[in-house]
C-alpha cells in the first residue's frame, strides 16, 4: 500500500546524531508497545536519518509493504573515490544520490534504503527506512534493483570497486550494518547478495567478490 510517512513517527523511530553534536546513541532506542526491540547480540550502529543530513521530502508518498525483506542487496555508488572522510562529506553524499535519483532517475525519493560513507557512517536513504528497520516488522519498498524491490533492503557503499578494494571503514561499517540488519529482520547472513546477481550490471564491483566473506563476518556477528 502507498502511505505518507508521518514525520513524527519518522523521527521517533530514527537516530538523530551528528559529530559535532556529540551524539553517539549507541543501542539506545526503546520500541514502541507492541515493536520489535532492539537485539542484544549486535548493538545499534549509528545511523543518520534524512532529516538529520538535509534530505528532500519525497515526491510522493512512500510504499510501505507489511512484510519483512528477506534478503540485502549490496550496491555501490560507481561515483568518484573521494578522499574526503567527513561526515560533511557522507551527509553531501546522500544528497548527491538523492538528487540524482529523483532529477534524473525520475524516483520519488532515494532508491536505496541506507547508505554507506567510505569513512564508514551510516545514513537513511528513502524515508521511512529507518523507522521500518529499527521496528523489525515491515519495510519501505526502494528502487535499487529490478525484481527485488519490495523484498530486498538496498544498501550503497560511497565509491566504485571495479578495479580498487574500498576502505577498511567502509568495510567495517558494511558488516556491522548487515549483522544489525540480520538481527532486526530475522534474515540469515546468507542471504546476502550483490545487485549483480539480480540484475545485468557490474555493481557493486569488487565487493561482489568478497560476498562469500562478507557473509561469514556477518555469520559470526550474529554468533
Same mark, same amino acid.
Given at each position: 500500500m502507498s502511505v505518507p510517512v508521518p514525520r513524527r513517527a519518522v523521527l521517533r523511530g530514527a537516530v538523530l546524531l551528528g559529530a559535532a553534536a556529540g551524539v553517539t546513541a549507541l543501542g539506545q532506542f526503546t520500541a514502541d508497545r507492541g515493536? @520489535?526491540?532492539v537485539g542484544s547480540r549486535v548493538d545499534q550502529p549509528v545511523i543518520a536519518n534524512c532529516a538529520t543530513w538535509g534530505a528532500r521530502p519525497p515526491s510522493s508518498a512512500v510504499t510501505v509493504v507489511q512484510n519483512r525483506p528477506n534478503k540485502i542487496i549490496i550496491h555501490h555508488? %560507481?561515483?568518484?573515490?573521494? =578522499?574526503? *572522510?567527513s561526515l %560533511?562529506?557522507? *551527509?553531501?553524499? #546522500?544528497?548527491?544520490?538523492? +538528487?540524482l535519483h529523483m532529477d534524473t532517475n525520475g524516483w520519488i525519493d532515494s532508491g536505496q534504503h541506507f547508505t554507506n560513507s567510505r569513512a564508514g557512517y551510516l =545514513? $537513511?536513504? @528513502?524515508?521511512?527506512?529507518? *523507522?521500518?528497520l529499527l521496528h523489525g516488522q515491515t519495510m519501505v519498498q526502494g528502487a535499487h534493483c529490478v525484481?527485488? +524491490? #519490495?523484498?530486498?533492503?538496498?544498501? $550503497?557503499n560511497e565509491g566504485i570497486y571495479l578495479?580498487?578494494?574500498?576502505?577498511?571503514?567502509?568495510?567495517? #561499517?558494511?558488516?556491522?550494518f548487515c549483522a544489525f540488519?540480520?538481527?532486526? *529482520? %530475522?534474515?540469515? %547472513?546468507? $542471504?546476502?547478495y550483490g545487485?549483480?546477481?539480480?540484475?545485468?550490471?557490474?555493481?557493486?564491483?569488487?565487493?561482489?567478490? @568478497?560476498?562469500? $566473506?562478507? @557473509?561469514?563476518?556477518v555469520a559470526a556477528r550474529l554468533g
Open positions: 515493536a @520489535r526491540a555508488t %560507481a561515483f568518484p573515490n573521494s =578522499t574526503d *572522510y %560533511a562529506h557522507a *551527509y553531501q553524499n #546522500s544528497r548527491d544520490i538523492q +538528487n =545514513t $537513511e536513504g @528513502r524515508h521511512g527506512s529507518l *523507522y521500518a525484481g527485488q +524491490n #519490495s523484498q530486498a533492503i538496498g544498501i $550503497e578495479d580498487v578494494q574500498p576502505p577498511q571503514a567502509l568495510w567495517d #561499517s558494511l558488516v556491522t540488519t540480520c538481527q532486526q *529482520y %530475522a534474515i540469515p %547472513a546468507t $542471504e546476502i545487485h549483480k546477481d539480480f540484475n545485468s550490471t557490474q555493481c557493486p564491483g569488487l565487493l561482489h567478490d @568478497r560476498l562469500p $566473506e562478507l @557473509r561469514s563476518a
